[in-house]
């Protein structure tokens, strides 16, 4: 499995300016499009985000409601962090997730971050320290979210869906 960084700020869309709801696939603007496009060339997803202030980012939350139907029955989940790992935000995120009709895992990643953690200019000081605590947590994740690409993959038993 490989895994590929989709930076939001490298996306660049605007705030939500499509004239029609999302459900309706009918879009106007051309970085709906291609947004649409991406989404729809990735079989999952691992959504990596800070929690500020108990809640995860709006641009994160901007970038999910430009869409409905690309997000369907991909399998998802969330590495998280803060001061306190960031489990409010992804509570509020798997929220989300389930009403996009998206198939959130049992595994999510909540990295703890303090204030001694970073150095002047808020970058980690030892990346090693900070995120070695976690490797068994993203192994299962990876592990998780590999057996959900396999069982879509799979498709539908003789039994119906799997599960």
Same mark, same amino acid.
């Given at each position: 499995m490989r895994y590929e960084l989709l930076d939001l700020a490298e996306i660049d869309l605007p705030f939500l300016d499509e004239?029609? #709801?999302?459900?309706?696939?009918q879009y106007e603007h051309e970085h709906t499009r291609a947004w649409s496009r991406?989404?729809?060339?990735?079989?999952?997803?691992v959504f990596v985000f800070p929690q500020y202030n108990w809640g995860y980012p709006a641009p994160l939350k901007n970038a999910l409601d430009f869409l409905y139907f690309e997000w369907h029955d991909k399998p998802?989940?969330?590495v998280t962090y803060g001061?306190?790992?960031?489990? #409010?935000?992804? $509570?509020?995120?798997?929220?989300?997730l389930e009403g996009l009709h998206l198939r959130p895992l049992e595994h999510r990643v909540e990295v703890v971050?303090?204030?001694d953690d970073v150095d002047e200019a808020w /970058?980690? &000081?030892?990346?090693?320290?900070?995120l070695s605590?976690?490797? $068994?947590?993203?192994? /299962?994740?990876?592990? /998780?979210?590999?057996e959900?690409?396999?069982?879509?993959?799979?498709?539908?038993?003789?039994?119906?869906? &799997?599960?």
């Open positions: 004239p029609l #709801k999302a459900a309706q696939q991406t989404v729809s060339a990735y079989a999952g997803f998802a989940t969330s001061t306190r790992g960031g489990g #409010k935000a992804a $509570e509020q995120f798997h929220g989300v971050i303090t204030n /970058q980690l &000081r030892d990346v090693d320290a900070v605590p976690y490797r $068994e947590q993203v192994r /299962q994740l990876d592990a /998780q979210l590999l959900a690409l396999i069982d879509t993959q799979e498709g539908p038993g003789p039994d119906g869906p &799997r599960s």
